[in-house]
Every structure is written in structure tokens, then in C-alpha cells.
């Protein structure tokens, strides 16, 4: 590893921070370097505050080294204005000569303006270094920016033999197949999402309030399938602890290409993550549409016999891993 990619992999370190607050925005990391000392360090501030390297630049105790440093960024620096000033501006304006960064910034509004516009005032400008590895950290905004649709999750926990839930019930909550451990992880993911997304049956049956009630964190904005909009307003998925939107047949038509519409839906929505728990049915739309990049299945210690069969899934295994007494199994969509 040269000296390049260790500052690089720091950036991306520290980067991950800010997951689940920076959201829609991307969760950059930034460090500055002079004479092979970090002097700064920065992650994005959660969404509307500042991006990483103005925080990285901020961080600077004496602002006179920085004419003489090197910048590390896992993401191109921005040219335009948002909520908040272009940080290629800031670079410049500090006359940092050197700026190291990830990968280039495929947003429609930097696409190479950042770079561009910092070769332009005389700063020395490298790019790629650990390209992969900042594209993997920055995959929702990247799917979200060339899919044009939110960067998908699937979760869901079976048995033993294969089922995720029993074939009746007699009250309306949930069976629990995994673990509390499992559990408590599942609620540190919904943090980490901008979104959460289940049917119509999922809310009927289980009654889900859909959460970080186990974690410290962000609630999720709560997408619930409801075609025929049934779902009594006296419901968990109502109340005030986090947005809802309902997707029924005012708003997509659910002959076909159901999942491609909702991707749609929730692009239009500026919404570029979301974790789908459930349930089958809304899980195999999904699969069977091929609109999904990670599955991270649970299997419980424990037997139904009978009950609603686990989605057909078919995925490249990365990990699996022991929770206690549950397997977690996570796929990626190759």
C-alpha cells in the first residue's frame, strides 16, 4: 500500500460516520497532510451542514500549512451550489496545491466540473486511488445517480427449513424467527437507510411501528404498499414517530413492473437507499424484477414445518456469519 491509498483508506474510515445522517447527501471522508502528519480531518455533516472537507479544513489549528499541504477526499469536491458553498472553491481559496481524491463525482452537477474547475486555479490533481473501494462505500449515492433509483436492501429472517412466517395467527404481531441480537442489528440497519419498504399483508398481520426503537439513530421514512389503501390510520405505521408514504394504485399501476415503478417512485422522492422487509410477496416483486444489490437473510434456530415459504433468491454469497444461535447469510446482486 502506498502512501496515497493509506491516506485514502483513512478518508473512507472516517467517511463512514456519517452513515445515516448525511443522507441523500454522500457520506464523504476527508483528511489534510502536511510533512506526512494528517493536520485535519473531516466526515459530512448530517444533511444541510458542511461537507467533509470544509470540516476537514476547519479542523486545521494553523490555517498557514495549508498552502503547502496535500487534501485526501474519497469523492470528488463539489463545484455548485447547494445547501452549501462549492468546497472546490474552499480548496482553492485556502491554496492547497495538492488534492488526492477516491473517484470522480457521476452527479450531473460535478461529473468532473470539480476537478476541472481546481486544475484551472494550478492545484495538482490525482485521481483513482482506491477507486474500487471509495465506489463500494459511495454505493447509494452511485446507484441512486447512474440507476436512477434508491440503492436496495433485502432483509428478511426464515427457519430452518425454509419458512419466514407461520401459516396462521392468532394475534396481530410478529412471529419472531431470529434472535434479539438479530433483532437489535436489524434496527442499527434502519438507521443506516433513508427508507424502509413493506406491503400491504406485512402491516395487517404484524401491526410494525418499522423503527430504531433497539438503536440510537435516524428513523427511517416508512414506504408501505397499500394498493386498495385499507390500512386503518389506527395503525403503528401512522403515528408520528416517522414519516410515511403510501404507494397504492393512485399513484403506480400494479399490472406490471410493480418494483420498477416503485424505484420510480421513490427516485422522484430524492429517497437513494431502502432496506425491504417484507413481506414475500413484496421481497419476490423485487427479486423477480432483478431491482435489488444486497439480500441479508437471517436463519433462525428454529422449525415451522409448514407456513409461507422464504423468497427464491438468486445472488453471489459475500458473507455468512453466526449471531448467536441465528446464520447471516448477506447476497449481492451480480
Not at 476527508?30 to 502528519?37: A, K
Not at 389503501?229 to 414519516?243: D, G, M, T, V
Amino acid at each position: 500500500m502506498n502512501i496515497h491509498e493509506k491516506y485514502i483508506k483513512r478518508c473512507i474510515e472516517i467517511a463512514k460516520n456519517g452513515l445515516g445522517s448525511t443522507r441523500p447527501n454522500p457520506m464523504v471522508g476527508c483528511i489534510i497532510v502536511h510533512n506526512n502528519n494528517i493536520i485535519g480531518e473531516g466526515f459530512t455533516s448530517a444533511y444541510g451542514g458542511n461537507h467533509a472537507e470544509v470540516n476537514a479544513i476547519n479542523s486545521v489549528v494553523d490555517k498557514h500549512l495549508l498552502k503547502d499541504s496535500t487534501l485526501y477526499v474519497t469523492l470528488e469536491p463539489c463545484s455548485h451550489f447547494g445547501k452549501t458553498p462549492p468546497c472546490s472553491d474552499l480548496i482553492i481559496k485556502y491554496n492547497i496545491p495538492n488534492v488526492v481524491i477516491g473517484c470522480i463525482d457521476d452527479n450531473i452537477k460535478v461529473a468532473g466540473k470539480g476537478i476541472e474547475k481546481l486544475k484551472n486555479a494550478g492545484c495538482q490533481v490525482t485521481v483513482g486511488i482506491l477507486e474500487k473501494e471509495c465506489k463500494e462505500h459511495h454505493k447509494r449515492f452511485f446507484t441512486f445517480h447512474n440507476k436512477k433509483r434508491p440503492y436496495i436492501i433485502l432483509k428478511w429472517a426464515e427457519t430452518q427449513d425454509g419458512f419466514i412466517a407461520p401459516e396462521t395467527k392468532n394475534e396481530q404481531k410478529p412471529v419472531w424467527i431470529s434472535n434479539d441480537y438479530s433483532r437489535q442489528l436489524t434496527h442499527k440497519w434502519r438507521a443506516e437507510e433513508q427508507a424502509i419498504l413493506v406491503g400491504t399483508n406485512t402491516v395487517l398481520q404484524d401491526n410494525p411501528s418499522l423503527t430504531v426503537r433497539d438503536w440510537k439513530g435516524q428513523n427511517p421514512i416508512r414506504i408501505v404498499i397499500d394498493k386498495d389503501l385499507k390500512l386503518p390510520k389506527s395503525l403503528a405505521i401512522f403515528n408520528s414517530e416517522a414519516q410515511t408514504i403510501i404507494i397504492s394504485k393512485n399513484d403506480a399501476d400494479f399490472s406490471n413492473q410493480v418494483a420498477k415503478q416503485i424505484c420510480d417512485i421513490l427516485f422522484q422522492k430524492d429517497i437513494n437507499s431502502v432496506i425491504i422487509e417484507g413481506g414475500k410477496h413484496t421481497l419476490q416483486t423485487f427479486i423477480d424484477e432483478k431491482l435489488w444489490d444486497e439480500a441479508r437473510i437471517f436463519i433462525g434456530n428454529i422449525t415451522f414445518n409448514t407456513g409461507v415459504k422464504a423468497p427464491e433468491l438468486n445472488g453471489k454469497l459475500i458473507s455468512k456469519e453466526h449471531i448467536k444461535d441465528d446464520i447471516l447469510k448477506t447476497y449481492r446482486n451480480d
